[in-house]
Every structure is written in C-alpha cells, then in structure tokens.
C-alpha cells in the first residue's frame, strides 16, 4: 500500500532532551516536507528536501533540523526541544520536485508535547 | 513575505445547508490546492486549480480560483455529516514552495 509513515505518533518528552521523529514514504517520491500544525495557524512548512542530500528551510525552521541520506526517508531533529515546539507534525511527500502542482501525500502526524 | 488569508475560522451549519469558505492571497499564485482533514486525521487532497477563472466540480463541491489568480473559494451545496472536517487551501508561489492557509473548520448539526 502507498503511504508515508511516521513514528513515534505521540511523544512526551522534556525540554533540552534530543528527538527524532521518522517518516518514511514507499512511493519513490522526489519531494518530502515537515509541517507543523497549530490551532489557528494552519500547517506551517518547517523543512523541506526536493531530493538526495538536497535540503532546505521551510518557513519555521528554528530549532529543527532535517537530513536525506535516502530517498524514502526524511527525519526530523529537534537537538533541544523546547515547550514552543508542542505541536502536531505531519510529513509529506510530492512526486515531483514541484510541489506547488503535484499532490501532497500526508502521513499520519506525530503529536508532540514538550514539557 | 506571502501570506493566504482564509475565512471563517469556525462554520457550524445545519445539515442540508451550503458552506463556502475563502482563500486570498497578498501575491499572485501559480495555482492553489485545497484539502480536507477530518477530525483527527491528515490533510488529504481533493483538487487543484491552476487556469484564471477556473471553476471545477467534485459532486456538491464546486472549487473557484479567482481571475486575478489571487483568491480561491470552496462551496459545497447541502451539507452532510460526511463533511465535518477543516478544509485548508494552499496557494503555490513558486515550483517548490507551497503555503497553506488557516483553514476553515467546519462543523454541521443534524
């Protein structure tokens, strides 16, 4: 089946402790992003990759950090989690680069709660 | 830098009512997507437009995006349960970058 997978899907965690969230997609697309999500301000794009070791920020890239090391796998670092990064994240990937005219496929999300 | 305004932020309807929500962009789009979560869930794509004046229709939704291709609308004629969920659109500005707007929550009444 055709999906982006995320793990963990929730995550309490404490401030300054380092996380990684995973994300997966077995669609050999070209594009994958992080949003985060937040009540009243929609999905914010946080990092984005349009291939192989090729990264870059999205509009919320403070204190996240991304890497693509293979096409199917996009991480997500947060080195020092702080209480302002309690949020729901979604990963998503696009079969072209372009994503502005290829359908984003979203994966699960991953709730995260800094304390 | 671009922003897409989209109003409301909260629709409660009567079931068998219509719903409309608005997206406006302060630049010029190359296209604009809309998509659907559901409460709970992961947004999910319904339809792109990309031509001025476009209008396209998925059974009760009917999707417009603007001459000016700077504003987008999505209508959907007599709601259903089946459609309580937010509905985000996302404006395109250049081939990599995408920016959503707030979304519209939308929530029926039987």
């Known amino acids: 089946e055709a999906q982006v997978t995320q793990n963990p899907r929730y995550l309490i965690t404490v401030t300054g402790k380092k996380l990684t969230v995973t994300c997966s997609q077995n669609m050999n697309h070209e594009y994958m992003s992080w949003y985060r999500q937040d009540p009243g301000l929609g999905l914010r794009q946080i990092y984005y990759s349009m291939n192989v070791e090729v990264t870059d920020k999205g509009d919320v890239p403070e204190g996240y950090k991304v890497s693509r090391k293979e096409k199917r796998n996009f991480p997500l670092i947060l080195e020092s989690p702080s209480p302002n990064q309690t949020s729901l994240y979604f990963c998503?990937?696009?079969?072209?680069?372009?994503?502005?005219?290829?359908?984003?496929?979203f994966g699960p999300g991953t709730r995260l709660t800094v304390l | 830098g671009q922003q897409v305004m989209q109003i409301p932020q909260y629709q409660h309807v009567q079931e068998g009512e219509d719903f409309t929500t608005y997206c406006n962009s302060s630049t010029t789009l190359s296209n604009i997507q809309w998509y659907k979560q559901r409460p709970g869930g992961h947004p999910v794509f319904l339809i792109q437009l990309v031509k001025s004046g476009e209008v396209k229709k998925q059974k009760r939704l009917t999707f417009q995006f603007g001459e000016a291709k700077k504003n987008s609308s999505l209508h959907i004629t007599a709601t259903q349960t089946t459609d309580v969920g937010t509905y985000f659109c996302a404006g395109g500005s250049s081939a990599s970058k995408i920016i959503f707007g707030s979304g519209t929550r939308l929530s029926i009444r039987p």
């Open positions: 998503a990937s696009t079969p072209g680069w372009a994503t502005s005219t290829d359908t984003q496929y």
